[in-house]
């Protein structure tokens, strides 16, 4: 299989927690992505797991990056939005098999 030219980095947090962590994904090169609203949910085994409490109210972040700096952008949203800071986010990359542009 060949190797992806871009990758999607996805970053879910806390609801009010998005800004900050797209602002880092641009400082470390991204151009831009699109928040989603969402709700989560877990059982309270998940919780124990990762010590902490999982707040409904989420917001996913959707960044295509080229895949050369996927690893920056992972680091950047991850150091901004992770599990250790008040937006207990996680953030994981898929590989993007095709894109195309719509023009008018």
């Known amino acids: 299989m060949a190797e992806s030219k871009f990758e999607l980095v996805v970053c879910i947090v806390n609801a009010g927690f998005s800004q900050n962590v797209m602002e880092a994904a641009r400082a470390a090169g991204a151009k831009g ?14 919780e124990e797991f990762f010590n ?5 109210d989420k917001e996913v972040l959707m960044i295509l990056v080229p895949a050369t700096i996927k690893d920056e952008v992972l680091k950047a949203v991850y150091k901004q939005g992770g599990l250790t800071t ?6 994981f990359s898929l590989p993007v098999s095709h894109t195309t542009a719509i023009k008018e």
């Open 52 to 56: 902490i409490t999982i707040q409904p």
């Open 33 to 46: 992505g699109t928040i989603l609203r969402a709700r989560g949910s877990a059982n309270p085994e998940s």
């Open 86 to 91: 008040e937006a207990h986010g996680i953030a």
